[in-house]
């Protein structure tokens, strides 16, 4: 899978709560993101960027091309999808959405753990 697409299923999965650059960054997306982000916009996907701190954005998918939404209204998360973000640290003990699931997966094991 491309990383333009990995981005795009990454997007989809965080459904209205978004991706932060760091679980971009995580899932392999790359450190090119911002190209990948301009890619699907010249696609017609539409992506809200919102600051968070300094360097941090949350990225999330308003509309897709060929989905015709309310205007002002947001994609609504699949069934069963926490709209509840909860943080990265950890510092909260909850289930975790498919999406962290997938973020968790794709982080790297570091050298002096690997078999």
């Known amino acids: ?53 300094q360097s941090s954005f949350r990225y999330i998918l308003t509309d897709e091309p060929g989905v015709e939404a309310p205007a002002g209204r947001q994609l609504t998360p699949r069934p069963g999808e926490s709209e509840a973000l909860q943080p990265s640290c950890g510092c909260l003990s909850a289930e975790l959405t498919l999406f962290e699931q997938q973020i968790e997966k794709a982080k790297p094991t570091p050298h002096w753990k690997a078999a």
Not at 20 to 39: C, H, I, K, N, W
Not at 43 to 53: M, W
């Open 1 to 53: 899978m491309s990383r333009k697409w990995l981005l795009l299923r990454l997007l989809k999965d965080a459904g209205s709560v978004g991706a932060t650059t760091a679980d971009l960054l995580a899932a392999g997306v790359g450190s090119r993101y911002g190209a990948r982000l301009l890619e699907l916009r010249d696609h017609g996907y539409v992506i809200e960027s919102r600051r968070e701190r």
